[in-house]
């Protein structure tokens, strides 16, 4: 099993001028401790939309670039343009990452991966109750994608999400691992700390 999982947090609506143009944020996960405070930013130069084999590293607790592009790489652009696109698109990078990183965000992102659900934004109560319902009633379903859902949103966030309940309309000889049609992701640790208190 690997320690780490790669989180991608798109970054074309960061702001840029004509010579670099960011794609997006390549962020480490530590299973079961949720995301690490460094990535590595993928762009592209002069108006290409290949990304640079090499990304700039980037401090996201301190919202600055760790590197920066080589003077061959520059082009028409002088380093002090450079440098100042480089420190206005960290605050820009850090605020998208912020965004992104609340469990709802990354619960969406993780059910792409699953076609047939989708989050119930009306019935949840983030960050520690979170609910999904089946998207496309047709669709074939199982009970461990809920447990792998589960585990991928815990180690992204670093919090002990686990399944409250999962169920649905059903009828006596049905097999509620195969027509469930709604289930809940709670945060064990706020209840253990609520508990507690």
Known sequence: MNMYDLLNIDLKKVRTNDFIKFLRLEMPIRNGFGTVRFGRVRYALNGDQHKQENGLPIDLGKGIFLATLEDDELG??????????LQQ??????????????????????LKDYAYLKYDEKSSEPPNLLRCSVDKPDSQRQVK??????????????????????????????????????????NFNFEEKCNDN
Do not use: C, H, M
């Not at 028409?76 to 696109?85: A, N, S």
């Not at 949103?153 to 169920?167: M, N």
């Not at 309309?169 to 097999?175: A, I, Y």
């Open 145 to 186: 994608d809920i447990f792998e859902i589960a585990r991928r949103l815990s180690a992204a966030t670093g919090v002990d999400y686990k399944l409250g309940s999962y169920g649905g309309s059903s009828s006596e000889g049905d097999n509620l691992d195969e027509v469930w049609t709604r289930f809940s992701l709670r």
């Open 76 to 85: 028409e652009i002088t380093r002090e343009e450079l440098e100042k696109t």
């Open 89 to 110: 698109a960290a605050i820009e990078i850090v605020q998208t990452v912020r965004k992104e990183l609340d469990p709802p965000a990354i619960l969406k992102s993780i």
